[in-house]
């Protein structure tokens, strides 16, 4: 194979592997931005109920406070009813009484469910906090890891940008002035393969004289579509049956 092919190709996948190395590091802010919507999510959940179990409550205190009017009410009523003179008075005295007990009645079944609705966000209360507090576990181990990809894919490209280095100063002027150029007008994928007389990159297909240049790998040659320079990989079966013979 050519030297510069040669090391076209591997310097391709070095700019592949740091394009993909900063591609990840650029998505992690709205990663991690995805992680505190989580946690916000949970806590707008736990709020809300801790806002219907005060709503709760505060019916209750209102009912009992009614209630504790009726009841002063009713034991007035009582009292007076042992003061009456009359058969009329008596009477009307004890519809108030009789209203006023229905009033009792009813304040206490209202008790009874506000009790009953205070024990079941209560236990839905309980359920949410744990929820918070398990989805903050996972998102600080979420978040950890983030931090140590991003360290070792930053410690990738600072190793990848050390071997470019080496390979650039392998690859002649013309060569990398070629690569530099197809990079700009080809968003940084400059060689392709070409196999089964295509080229992977753009899938024209190439003329077949012209594909049997590329597959000889003793030159650059260009895809006459898209510009990249082009290279053949032998089938495996191939290689080996070269090696063995």
Known sequence: MHPDLDHLIHLQHLESETARAQATIAAMPSELAALDERIDAKEQALAAVRARLEESQRGRREVEKDLAT???????????????KTNKEYQAMQHEIATAEREVRAMEDRILERMEEMETLGAELKAAEGELKAERTDVAAEKKKLDEDRASLEAEM?????????????ISPGALALFEHVARGRQGVVVAEARDGH???????????????????????????????????????????QAEA
């Open 70 to 84: 009726v009841q002063t009410r009713l034991g007035r009523y009582k009292d007076q009813l042992m003061a009456v």
């Open 158 to 170: 600072v190793e990848a940008g050390a071997r470019r280095a080496a390979l650039v100063a392998k």
């Open 199 to 241: 080229c992977t990159e753009c899938h024209v297909r190439l003329r077949p004289q012209h594909y049997n240049e590329v597959r000889r790998n003793d030159s650059l040659i260009q895809c006459e579509s898209c510009l990249r320079i082009l290279y053949y990989a032998p089938p495996a079966d191939a290689g080996q049956a």
